[in-house]
Every structure is written in structure tokens, then in C-alpha cells.
């Protein structure tokens, strides 16, 4: 089992960048498919980017968005460049112990509590 706290959230002026952390308490942090994923007012919460347990695969929805980890400090990072206000969301984390890099949030057994992200334009 794994806990994840989202911290880096905040207020960024469009165009502007935001580095998102995802913290992972226990041991077995490298073994886990981590995904980043949005939620906003009024709306499904929609994939983001995901990466491998060992960093080598990623996938993004968004080319203005990078997806990184290091399990050395059992953290997983987004960075957001370019921001713009139709990324205002409220931002998650996600673990999975599947292989495969899934943007179908049904697939992530474990979730942080988020951090919002607001763009202002």
C-alpha cells in the first residue's frame, strides 16, 4: 500500500510555469506506474501524464506538461510550463501496480488528496 500527499499547487499568471511534487510514503514506492491527473469545477477528472516505475516510459496529454520521478526520495513531479487558465484544476496523483502506462483513472488503485492549481489570465 502506498500513501501520496500532492504539494505545489497555487496561483500562476498564464503563461507562467508550476512544479507540482507527489509525495509516496512505503517501501515499495519504485514498483508502482505513477499518473498525474486534473479535475475541474463541474468536470471529469481527466489524465494528465503517467511515467514507469523505473522512468523510462512516460505518456502526456499535454506536451506543455513533464512528467518525472525519483525514487531515491520516493517523489513523482509535474512540471507545468506555459500555463494557461484552462489548466485550473485541482491536480492528483496516482499509483498503480499495472505495467502499462494507463491514462483510464479506473486503473490507479491509490490517490493523494490534491493540490489546486489556479491560472489566472
Known amino acids: 500500500q502506498v500513501q501520496l500527499v500532492e504539494s505545489g499547487g497555487g496561483l500562476v499568471q498564464a503563461g507562467g510555469s508550476l512544479r507540482l511534487s507527489c509525495a509516496a510514503s512505503?517501501?515499495?514506492?519504485?514498483?508502482?506506474?505513477m499518473g498525474w491527473f486534473r479535475q475541474a469545477p463541474g468536470k471529469e477528472r481527466e489524465f494528465v501524464a503517467a511515467i514507469s516505475w523505473g522512468g523510462s516510459r512516460i505518456s502526456y496529454a499535454d506536451s506543455r506538461f513533464t512528467i518525472s520521478r525519483d525514487n531515491a526520495k520516493n517523489t513523482v513531479y509535474l512540471q507545468m510550463d506555459s500555463v494557461k487558465p484552462e489548466d485550473t484544476a485541482v491536480y492528483y496523483c496516482a499509483a498503480t501496480r499495472l505495467s502499462w502506462l494507463s491514462a483510464d483513472k479506473r486503473n490507479y488503485d491509490y490517490w493523494g488528496q490534491g493540490t489546486p492549481v489556479t491560472v489566472s489570465s
Open positions: 512505503g517501501r515499495s514506492f519504485s514498483s508502482y506506474t
